[in-house]
């Protein structure tokens, strides 16, 4: 398992933490029932305080990604394809959302578009 | 405790191997020639001279600052320092009698034994008084100014008796010393060398010296517990 | 070595109120936690206090008011039970000069009750300390290392540490810091350490407290602290334009100002075109200082 923070991102390192485990649980790489490094372990390993490994763990069983079992660790939690469905969703909304600003930018109509996405969709 | 006293041998152990030489060196050449006050000197002094180095020793790499982080108790710390003193005094001691009995009864015979052992308690409860309040002042004062103190309080009474001596004049001497005659008879005692009264006197002034050791400790023990480091 | 039991405690330090006075200098109502199981990193300047603190907490010195509470037991009454479960590393004063690390071994088991040979001699050996050399032909990377292993072979639940990288190279630092992690892998142990390396810090320590001037101005999670501070480099005419209260301190140069945040967020949503780069514990520290 691969976990790289970067000092120098924006983005606070517990979330960093978290965008990676999150993909790794919904491309598959994790799978329900895996056991997560301790918080502790994974902050000594990437040299960070315990507090913000223990605030990434916090927020990925709330988002209901993983359970927290005392004294055993922390697991990938089970029932994640409704997640793993959704996310895909907002994906693909995303990229959907990129595609049309791209087709306004060189004045593509939506007639035009939806005949691009069919062509594409059949192709594979 | 033992690993404190462990401590106080390894680190003396240098100064120790020299001092060892210096002592079979006189020892020898008490032997040889029957004259042991040399020896008897060099033994009085190392007695003296090694717990002043032990101190030297703790204050320079500021132990007492690690020890006090440790879960000894200060107390312990003291003790132990006074301990040390005493194996020091004791060894000494034990060498001044063996070597200079040994000298003694090659020159004069068995008899001298009694008079040597006698010698050697005065002496010890000299240097048991001069060391409780040596080490007292090294407690309070530190090594640098307590061995100072300790000089001191070694040379004031040898140098007062020396100047009353010296100044007061000869007659005054003499009826003074009359009147402590008549005023405590057992001196005369002393005078005549009753074997009864010498060997109690030394054994009080041993007893007596003891006790101001063991005053000394809990006088230091008490500086300690209220040092601040 | 008898075993030892752990002592499970909410709090490691708790420090309340903490004041002493010296001639020159005065430590005024230092206050502060240590939960179970953290890093806490304490910064400031020479003179700041650190060690006075650190001294404090031990009962080195003696406190003139306030409260310590070292793994939940009171220092007065159990001395000799919390120093059994504190290791130390100070500054100042350690071993002898002719003594080699197995002659302090032999001394150290018989000091302490939870001395550990075996872990002691295997730390030794992990540090790359030589057994028979005598602690003055030590380079100064040896001496911090064999301090922390003398700290550490009575397994300690809290390790007190005072300066302890100081004089020593990166690399050894590092090895160093990772020795800290390895050591708090157990939930029960944590460690206070005073540090002018803040770099340091800002990798393990979970909370970071600063002494200035005999005050503690704040202590805070590290990571809260790095991710809400920010510095702003602006003109001096567009630094006179802020109000007192949006920023902690700043510092002029002869092309502009250097100005210290507190909280990002907030002041991006007041001035969203300025540009807040992010602000290292040193920064902080820094720009701390210069506040009239």
């Known amino acids: 398992m691969n976990i790289i923070i970067s000092n120098a991102s924006e983005k606070p390192i517990y979330e960093q933490i978290t965008a990676q485990i999150k993909a790794m649980v919904l491309n598959g790489s994790l799978a329900e029932g895996d056991a997560l490094p301790s918080m502790r372990l994974l902050a000594k390993e990437l040299r960070i305080s315990v507090i913000t490994t223990k605030r990434a763990y916090e927020e990925l069983e709330r988002d209901g990604f993983i359970e927290t079992v005392p004294g055993k660790g922390s697991f990938v939690a ?25 087709a306004r930018s060189c004045s593509l109509s939506l007639s035009q578009l939806q005949e691009m996405l069919a062509l594409l969709y059949q192709e594979e | 405790m033992l690993g404190l006293l462990l401590k106080d041998i390894y680190n003396l152990k240098k100064t120790g191997r020299t001092l060892s030489l210096f002592l079979v060196l006189y020892g020898a050449f008490a032997v040889l020639s029957g004259e042991f006050s040399i020896l008897s000197g060099l033994c009085a002094m190392i007695a003296v001279l090694l717990p002043i180095s032990a101190f030297s020793l703790d204050q320079s790499s500021q132990w007492n600052v690690y020890a006090v982080t440790l879960p000894i108790r200060r107390r312990l710390l003291v003790t132990s320092r006074y301990v040390f003193t005493l194996l020091c005094l004791g060894v000494m001691t034990a060498l001044q009698i063996l070597v200079g009995g040994f000298v003694l009864v090659q020159s004069y015979g068995i008899s001298e034994m009694s008079d040597h052992l006698l010698t050697c308690l005065f002496i010890d409860s000299v240097l048991l008084f001069l060391l409780s309040l040596g080490c007292a002042a090294l407690f309070r004062f530190g090594p640098e100014k307590g061995r100072i103190v300790m000089m001191a309080i070694a040379m004031l009474p040898a140098a007062a008796l020396l100047l009353f001596t010296k100044l007061m004049p000869e007659a005054m001497l003499l009826t003074l010393s009359d009147a402590a005659f008549r005023a405590l008879p057992f001196l005369s005692a002393f005078k005549n060398g009753q074997p009864i009264y010498l060997w109690s006197a030394a054994l009080f002034c041993l007893a007596a010296s003891l006790l101001c050791f063991g005053l000394s400790c809990l006088y230091s023990c008490r500086y300690m517990e209220k040092q601040e480091f | 070595m008898t075993t030892m039991e752990r002592i499970h405690c909410d709090y490691a330090i708790e420090a309340k109120g903490l004041c002493k006075s010296f001639d020159d200098f005065q430590l005024q109502n230092i206050s502060f936690s240590l939960p179970c199981g953290t890093i806490m990193g304490l910064i400031g300047e020479n003179g700041a206090g650190k060690t006075t603190t650190l001294k404090l907490l031990l009962g ?71 057994l028979q050399k005598r602690y003055k032909d030590m380079s100064q990377g040896m001496r911090a290392k064999l301090k922390l292993a003398a700290a550490m072979a009575p397994h300690p639940q809290l390790l007190l540490l005072d300066e302890p990288t100081s004089g020593l190279d990166p690399v050894a630092r590092s090895q160093f810091l990772d020795l800290l992690l390895e050591f708090i892998q157990d939930e029960t142990c944590s460690i206070l350490l005073s540090s002018h390396i803040t770099s340091d810090l800002e990798k393990v320590a979970d909370y970071t407290a600063y002494l200035h001037q005999g005050q503690l101005l704040f202590c805070e ?53 300025a540009v807040l780069d992010p602000a290292s514990l040193e920064t902080i520290m820094t720009l701390y200082a210069e506040r009239r």
């Open chain 3, 221 to 273: 999670e590290t990571s809260v602290l790095l991710e809400h501070y920010a510095v702003v480099r602006c003109g001096w005419q567009d630094f006179q334009q802020l109000l007192p209260e949006e920023y902690v301190s700043y510092r002029k140069n002869a092309f502009g100002c250097d100005v210290l945040i507190r909280d990002r967020n907030v002041f991006s949503a007041r001035h969203p075109e």
């Open chain 1, 78 to 102: 089970a029932g994640n394809q409704e997640l793993l469905r959704e996310e895909q969703l907002r994906i693909t909304e995303e990229h959907l959302a990129r595609a049309i600003e791209s």
């Open chain 3, 60 to 130: 080195m010195l003696r406190r003139e008011q306030g409260s310590v509470r070292l793994l939940n037991l009171l220092p007065e009454e159990n001395e000799a039970e919390v120093k059994a479960h504190t290791g130390t590393v100070l500054a100042q004063g350690f071993f002898y000069e002719e003594l080699s690390p197995k002659q302090m071994n032999t001394i150290l088991r018989r000091c302490h009750p939870f001395w550990d040979e075996a872990y002691f001699l295997q730390l030794l050996k992990q540090f790359g300390l030589p």
